[in-house]
């Protein structure tokens, strides 16, 4: 296998071309394109077309580069544990994490474990909820954090806690007075969503579904840390992760209960039949410790309102 080249293929996805694939990879232009070139090659298909002035990813690109990808966080991984393994870090918890429960949940409860035990060591990486997966049947982690309900061969899974989805806006919003938002109300206003391939989007869609109302949509973003910055700057509503929407009251928002409910499982996940060592169980006890604040901490907030 031919990693040089696979570090071309995803430096060029990840820059959006050549030129930027070089500079990640401190090659020059030509040395990059050979290695793309050789990929390709040795692939025997087409991976990469010239469409107008740019190169891109064919749909078969695309595919391959899904693999690749997996291939690089595999390697990643055994340098990790190498390392690890040099530094006489045995004990080091590896956690992955879908990208909304990381500011709620994830860091406070890292955070208490280092403050509690100072030689507490862990990896946290933050996944899309389709690279979880991959994850997971690789049983690359100690544990994992993610929305239930989720079934795997290789896992087994406990409910951490549950929550609600909520509505996000600026206080000076006019819906801003009132206890509670339903669909029917973001048929006229502002609606930020996040994305109909958004395991949260996708519960709130059902919700306007059941009551056959439809969202009005102008913005659109990744994740409900997004999406709670712009409800903020009073561009719209947000539907928003209960555990990210807690993690912003920074920020100057308004947040109401969404009837109807759409209820969210945040569970733990662990590899199948592997022992949980003493920092993982720790860390375990931390997130229970968190999650029961958090969820309190809410109730008392949409009571208030």
């Known amino acids: 296998m031919n990693y040089r080249a696979y570090e071309a293929l995803h430096a060029f996805v990840e820059g959006g071309s050549v030129a930027q694939a070089a500079l990640r990879l401190h090659r020059t232009q030509p040395q990059v394109s050979r290695l793309l070139a050789q990929l390709e090659e040795e692939a025997g298909f087409e991976i990469l077309r010239k469409t107008g002035r740019r190169l891109e990813l064919t ?8 693999r690749v990808y997996g291939l690089l966080r595999a390697q990643d991984a055994v340098s990790d544990y190498a390392e690890d393994m040099r530094q006489g870090r045995r004990d080091r918890v590896r956690v992955l994490a879908a990208n909304h429960i990381i500011d709620g949940l994830a860091i406070e409860a890292l955070g208490r474990c280092r403050l509690n035990t100072p030689d507490f060591t862990a990896a946290l990486n933050a996944r899309m909820p389709a690279e979880l997966q991959w994850w997971l049947a690789q049983q690359q982690f100690d544990l994992a954090l993610v929305q239930l309900p989720l079934e ?7 409910l951490l806690c549950q929550s609600e989805i909520v509505a996000v806006m600026h206080p000076g919003h006019h819906y801003a007075s009132r206890k509670q938002i339903g669909p029917e109300d973001l048929q006229t206003e502002p609606y930020i969503s996040l994305g109909r391939r958004s395991i949260l989007e996708q519960r709130c869609l059902a919700a306007f579904e059941a009551t056959n109302a439809a969202a009005h949509s102008e913005l659109e973003v990744s994740f409900s840390t997004m999406a709670i910055q712009l409800a903020a700057m009073n561009c719209g509503i947000a539907l928003a992760d209960p555990m990210a929407t807690l993690a912003q009251r920074h920020l100057d928002i308004a947040v109401r209960k969404f009837r109807p409910t759409v209820k969210l499982h945040y569970g733990l996940v662990f590899p199948k039949g592997k022992r949980r060592s003493p920092a993982t169980e720790q860390l375990v006890a931390a997130l229970r410790d968190v999650a029961t604040e958090k969820v309190a901490d809410l109730q008392r907030l949409l009571d208030e309102t």
Do not use: C, M, Q, R
């Open 59 to 66: 749909d078969d690109g695309h595919e391959f580069y899904k």
């Open 152 to 158: 795997h061969p290789a896992i087994e899974t406990e």
